[in-house]
């Protein structure tokens, strides 16, 4: 991947806008070269059952975490973000409403509501992911501060700080899932920290429509590194429709067990 501008393109690409343009002559590990960009093929990959330690492990999250610990059944869960072409698949199959679309199919989905992410995830036999699954996969049994580890929360590793800094100026939305391969948690998840914020399951009482809801690892617009962290939580309006905010779903552990991509 090359960066142009405020976007991270695949090599043979030019930016037309704020977009990718034209076919890549390579892509990222993992993504595939399409006549339309660079795709993540979905995959799931497995969480193991563990302990979620939930804590202020640095100064930043003082005040802003309730120390406890959680334990964790296995789980399988979306490799990458739901992508445009993931979601306009579902839209096609009449089970997922429409959003806007910025035309990138391998472009992370925004723009979506809880309820269409919820929607989306139903129609992909999964679910959406719990706050406390999102941190797990973020976190890992060691309470990991990032994704990929404790320090490093550097350009190169996720898309973030890409509005006015200190990544880039001017972008308007997120990156193609899976461009920051750096950033990967040692499971094989991508995007867990920035590119788009993601939504949680609302909670078993609120299931049927909460007013608010949660979003978790940061996006391609936060400023400051602290939105990565594992244990950063944004509580928003169930209704928001963001460019900064998307989903992934997670499974049953046996999904990521089986080895092959998600049929949908």
Not at 144 to 156: F, H, M, Q, S
């Amino acid at each position: 991947m090359i960066a142009l501008g405020a976007r991270c393109c695949g090599e043979g690409q030019t930016l037309a806008g704020d977009r990718c343009a034209g076919k890549p002559s390579r892509c990222a590990a993992g993504l595939v070269v399409t006549e339309a960009g660079c795709v993540a093929t979905p995959r799931a990959v497995g969480i193991a059952a563990g302990l979620l330690r939930i804590g202020p492990s640095d100064w930043e999250a003082q005040g802003q975490v309730m120390p406890r610990a959680v334990p964790m059944e296995a789980f399988a869960l979306d490799a990458y973000e739901v992508t445009e072409a993931r979601y306009s698949a579902c839209v096609a199959a009449s089970a997922c409403a429409p959003v806007p679309l910025s035309g990138e199919p391998g472009r992370a989905l925004s723009r979506v509501g809880l309820s269409e992410a919820r929607a989306f995830c139903a129609w992909a036999g999964g679910t959406l992911p719990t706050p406390e699954e999102l941190a797990f996969a973020a976190a890992g049994p060691k309470g990991r501060r990032y994704a990929w580890g404790d320090t490093g929360a550097v350009c190169r590793r996720a898309a973030w700080g890409l509005v006015r800094g200190p990544c880039g100026e001017g972008a308007t939305g997120p990156e193609i899932a899976g461009s920051h391969p750096d950033g990967a948690s040692p499971e094989g998840a991508y995007d867990l920290a920035g590119n788009v914020a993601e939504w949680a399951a609302p909670k078993a009482g609120e299931a049927e429509g909460p007013a608010l809801a949660e979003a978790r690892g940061g996006s391609f617009g936060d400023g400051a590194a602290s939105a990565l962290r594992s244990w950063n939580r944004l509580e928003i309006a169930a209704s928001t429709r963001s460019a900064e905010v998307g989903f992934r779903c997670v499974y049953p552990f046996a999904v990521a067990a089986e080895g092959s991509a998600l049929p949908r």
